[in-house]
C-alpha cells in the first residue's frame, strides 16, 4: 500500500475515530437536574459537602466541628486514631524512632503496644522486608514506569504469585500478608525510582538493601540516596509525614475503594492494588505535587516573595483560570471534611518550620505562609463562602519532601507506603467482620428501547 493510501485511511480512521467520541461523549451525558430530582447524593456527599455514611469503623474519628445549642459549627480540626489524638501521640514518640511503626501497631491492634510488643511487632516487620534478588531482577527492574504508581501497582500485584497461598482470607492470613506489603512497600517504590532513572535517564543504579537497625523512615532516606547519610532531624520529619498519611477516616476514596473491593471476598494484593489506583489520582493522593508545581509557577510570576500584592494577584488569577493549569483551584487550599484547620496540615507545618531552618530554606517557608494567609481570605470573598478556608495537610507534604530531597516522582508513593497501614487495618476490618458485599444503587434515568434487526438499522 503506498504512502498516499496510508496517509488516506490514517485520516479516515482518525475521523470515524473523533465520531466514536462525540457519540460517547453523547451517550455518557447525563441531565445533572436529575441528581436533585431524585435526591441522588452525587460523589456520595450530602449538599452540603459531607459525606454520606456507609459504614461503621473504630479505626479513626475525623472531627471538624463542635455542637452549640444543637448546631454544627465550624472547629478546629481533629484526627483520632483508634481513639488517640494525633498530636498526642506524636508528642509521645517525639524522642523515639520508630513512630510510624507504632501508629501501625495502633490501627492494625486497637490499643498502643507497650515497649515490649513494639520490639516484638518491629521485630516481625523487619524480618518481612527484604525482597528477594529475583523479584528485583524480573519484576521492579523490567518495563519500568515513568508513573511509579503504577509500578507499585504492578509489582504488588506480581507478590501474588510468590505468595504460596495467596487467595486464603482468613484473618491470620490477611494480616500475615499485609504485615509483608507494610514490610516491602518502602524498597518496591525506592527500587521503582531507581530502575526508572537508570533505564530511562542512564544514572548509575545503585540498590541498597533495608538496614535491620533503622526505621522505616531511616531506610527509606539511606535507600533512596547515593551516600545512604540523613540527618536526624530529616529522619524524624519524614516518620512524622509518614503517619499523618498513614490513616484517614472510612471515606477517603483509596481507603473506601478497599472496603469496596474486600467485601467481594477478593484477595489482598487485588484490595491493595485497587487502592493505589484510587490513590494515584490528581483528586486524591497526586495533590501534594499539584502544590509543588502552583508555588514553582508563583515563584517565577512573583520572584519577590515578600510582595503581597503581587502574591494576592497571582492567587486571584488562579481563581480566575487565568495562570498556571487554568483549573481556578489554589491546590492545598480546603478539605473536604476540615474547616478552621486541619490538624495534620498544623503538625507538618511546624516540622516543616524546623526543617527549613536546619536547610536554609526560611525564605520560601515564610513564602508558603504567606500563600496560605492570603489564600484563605482570597477564595473565601472570591466564592462567597461563609465557612472558613484551611490549608490541608497536602499544602506543606510537598515542600517538606523537597527539602528532604525526594524526587517529585516519589511523592505519591511516599503517601502509599504511609497509607497501605490504614488500608490494612480497614482491610481486617472488613474481614473481621464478614460483612455484606458492598453494592449501593444507581437510578437508571435512560429510555427502554425496542430492539431493532441489523439490515434496518440504516437511518
Sequence with gaps: MSNVSMMELSKELDEQFDRLVKECMISGAINLDLYTEYDVKRGLRDSDGKGVLTGLTEISDVCSYKLVDGRKMPADGELYLQGYNVEELIKGFENRRYGFEEITYLLLFGELPDSKQLRSFVRIVKSLQELSGQFVRDVIMKATSPNLMNALQRCILTLYCYDLDPDDVSVPNVLRQSLQLIAKMPQIAVYSYHAYRHFHFDETLVIRLPDKEMSIAENILQMLRPDGKFTELEAKVLDVALVLHAEHGGGNNSTFTNHVVTSSGTDTYSA????????????????????????????????????????????????????????????????????ESDPREIILKKYARRLSEEKGFQREFELYGRVERLAGEIIARKRRLFKPICANVDFYSGFVYSMLGIPVELFTPIFAIARISGWSAHRLEEVVNNGKIIRPAYKFVGVHKKYCELDKRDW
Excluded at 486571584?316 to 492545598?332: H, N, W
Design 272 to 339: 491493595t492494588a485497587a487502592s493505589i489506583a484510587s490513590l494515584k489520582g490528581p483528586r486524591h493522593g497526586g495533590a501534594n505535587l499539584k502544590v509543588q508545581q502552583m508555588f514553582e509557577d508563583l515563584k517565577k510570576n512573583c520572584p519577590d516573595y515578600e510582595d503581597e500584592k503581587a502574591i494576592a494577584g497571582y492567587l486571584e488569577a488562579l481563581l480566575d483560570r487565568k495562570v498556571f493549569d487554568k483549573a481556578g483551584l489554589i491546590y492545598g487550599m480546603g478539605h473536604a471534611v476540615y474547616t
